[in-house]
């Protein structure tokens, strides 16, 4: 497998999504170049990250604000097709 | 590797189902239960499209109660949070496009048409790079990194990686196709990363794996 092969499939590969088959030459790839492994393990480290930080703030009195408006949106809109 | 494993169980009906039903029947305590679980992801997904905190809390309230007016018109094929993302998006591009009166405004208006994406940086990170970064640090950097995305990119991600909905579902979501959900999320990843590692990289340079094996880099 050469790296262009290897990179088109990343997705599948970060995502355990091949097929079976194509699983020792994925794996055999990986153990022999260093910078596929890098951008395997990096990209994972990637989404994993984003996973785990809260990088949008939605305090509890926002939340609250927000919630209320939207539940007397939708009662005005109840009674109005009572 | 691990086997993969369906995280759905087959036939049983997902807990939203009989949260619909009872808003059906006139029961708003139950579409207050629904709005309690989505709306913190509703208002993320909204920021991300708009880059707008003021749009993201319209967007939120206006695709909620666009959700419950039209609640009739839900069929069930779909999850209801697959169909609120659906609305939720559409709400954050038509604010857009209020905003920029002049010009259209699409899920594809800054993203390159060239196919493919080659990555240029092999430099390992360090261990555990976040930790070299304190808090509010360490999230400017993930916010700034992921701002710089094309929209198109950026949505994809966030759907997939972080709101964690499927790839069919993302691609429902955004009206897109299954290939081309799969080509933007590839590409949003690779950028990500690629961008991310001018922070967290190993500042000598070297592949720890290398050094791991007891090699030197090997070169492409």
């Given at each position: ?5 290897f ?8 995502d ?38 809260e ?14 408006s ?9 009674r109005?097709?009572? | 590797?691990?086997p993969?494993?369906?995280?759905e ?18 029961d ?15 208002f ?29 018109q839900?069929?069930g094929n ?16 038509m604010r ?6 002049a ?13 493919g994406?080659?990555p ?61 959900v ?13 961008r ?12 720890q794996?290398?050094a791991?094996r007891?090699k ?5």
């Amino acid at each position: 497998m050469k790296c262009t092969e290897f990179l088109s499939m990343l997705d599948e590969v970060i995502d355990e999504t091949f097929a079976a088959e194509t699983r020792e030459r994925i794996e055999r790839h990986i153990h022999k170049c260093g910078h596929c492994e890098v951008v395997v393990n990096t990209t994972k480290q990637t989404i994993q990250i984003y996973q785990c930080h809260e990088i949008i703030e939605f305090p509890t009195t926002l939340r609250e604000r927000l919630h209320q408006s939207i539940m007397e949106r939708c009662a005005k809109v109840k009674r109005s097709l009572a | 590797m691990p086997p993969i494993q369906s995280t759905e169980v087959e036939n049983e009906p997902h807990p939203d189902v009989a949260l619909v039903e009872r808003v059906r029947g006139g029961d708003l305590s139950a579409y207050d239960t629904l709005v309690r679980k989505y709306e913190r992801q509703v208002f993320r997904i909204a920021q991300h499209i708009t880059q707008n905190r003021e749009d993201a809390e319209d967007v939120t309230q206006d695709a909620f109660l666009k959700a419950y007016e039209k609640l009739e018109q839900f069929q069930g094929n779909s999850k209801f949070y697959t169909w609120l993302v659906r609305i939720a998006v559409n709400e954050s591009l038509m604010r857009l496009r209020k905003r920029r009166t002049a010009k259209t405004v699409s899920m594809d208006d800054d993203i390159e048409t060239e196919e493919g994406f080659v990555p240029r940086d092999f430099a390992d990170w360090s261990p555990n790079p976040e930790q070299n970064y304190d808090n509010s640090e360490l999230t400017d950097i993930l916010r700034k990194t992921i701002q710089g995305l094309p929209r198109g990119f950026r949505v994809v991600f966030v759907l997939r990686d972080v709101e964690n909905l499927s790839t069919e579902e993302t691609a429902e979501a955004l009206g897109l196709s299954v290939p081309a959900v799969k080509s933007r999320l590839l590409r949003a990843r690779l950028q990500l990363r690629e961008r991310l590692s001018r922070y967290f990289r190993r500042p000598d340079g070297t592949l720890q794996l290398d050094a791991k094996r007891g090699k030197s880099p090997s070169g492409k």
